[in-house]
């Protein structure tokens, strides 16, 4: 046998050598990922589920909150009133006042009468006018309030969210059991 003869028969028996022991080692490896099969389906089974009832839960979730409301309103507008009532005077009032005074068959004297209203003295009177109001009011208080997160713009995002993990959690549950 020629001394290339030879070097060629060393290099294909150790390419066969070598052959068998990869696919040794493949084997090998293929034998323990098929025992663990099992522990890694219903490992991923475990997280996709997980996975699939939090966005139920958070589709279902409510925010509970109360929102201080602390601040001044403007307000502006005109107030009519228009009512009667009792004043009382708080001062004697002196009144002088025109009168004409009837004599019968005789005639009239015109003159002037002179009197005081006494303090504690009530009148009748009547209140007819318009007020302008311009104020600020404050308005001080604590709302609660609750958010329910699917009903207000969350419920498409997790229908999407579920759209995604429900076709691989079921791609997971066909894989057969070893």
Same mark, same amino acid.
């Given at each position: 046998?020629?001394?290339? *003869?030879?070097?060629?028969?060393?290099?294909?028996?150790?390419?066969?050598?070598?052959?068998?022991?990869?696919?040794?080692? +493949?084997?090998?490896?293929?034998?323990?990922?098929?025992?663990?099969?099992?522990?890694?389906?219903?490992?991923?089974? $475990?997280?996709?589920?997980?996975?699939?009832?939090?966005?139920?839960?958070?589709?279902?979730?409510?925010?509970?909150?109360?929102?201080?409301?602390?601040?001044?309103?403007?307000?502006?507008?005109? +107030?009519?009133?228009?009512?009667?009532?009792?004043?009382?005077?708080?001062?004697?009032?002196?009144?002088?006042?025109?009168?004409?005074?009837? +004599?019968?068959?005789?005639?009239?004297?015109?003159?002037?009468?002179?009197?005081?209203?006494?303090? $504690?003295?009530?009148?009748?009177?009547?209140?007819?006018?318009?007020?302008?109001?311009?104020?600020?009011?404050?308005?001080?208080?604590?709302?609660?309030?609750?958010?329910?997160?699917?009903?207000?713009?969350?419920?498409?995002?997790?229908?999407?969210?579920? $759209?995604?993990?429900?076709?691989?959690? *079921?791609?997971?549950?066909?894989?057969?059991?070893?």
């Amino acid at each position: 046998m020629s001394r290339r *003869q030879s070097v060629w028969n060393a290099i294909k028996n150790m390419s066969i050598i070598m052959s068998l022991v990869v696919n040794v080692i +493949l084997i090998v490896v293929v034998v323990v990922l098929l025992s663990q099969l099992s522990n890694i389906k219903a490992t991923l089974e $475990g997280v996709f589920n997980q996975l699939d009832t939090a966005f139920v839960s958070l589709g279902a979730a409510v925010i509970h909150d109360n929102i201080y409301i602390d601040q001044r309103v403007p307000v502006q507008f005109d +107030l009519t009133v228009d009512q009667t009532g009792e004043a009382l005077i708080t001062q004697s009032v002196p009144l002088s006042i025109p009168a004409t005074f009837s +004599l019968g068959s005789f005639g009239t004297i015109n003159g002037i009468v002179s009197l005081a209203l006494p303090q $504690g003295t009530t009148l009748p009177v009547r209140i007819n006018l318009t007020v302008p109001v311009s104020s600020e009011i404050p308005v001080v208080f604590s709302q609660p309030v609750a958010i329910p997160l699917g009903e207000r713009g969350l419920g498409p995002v997790i229908a999407q969210l579920r $759209g995604v993990t429900q076709p691989l959690l *079921q791609l997971i549950q066909s894989i057969p059991a070893p």
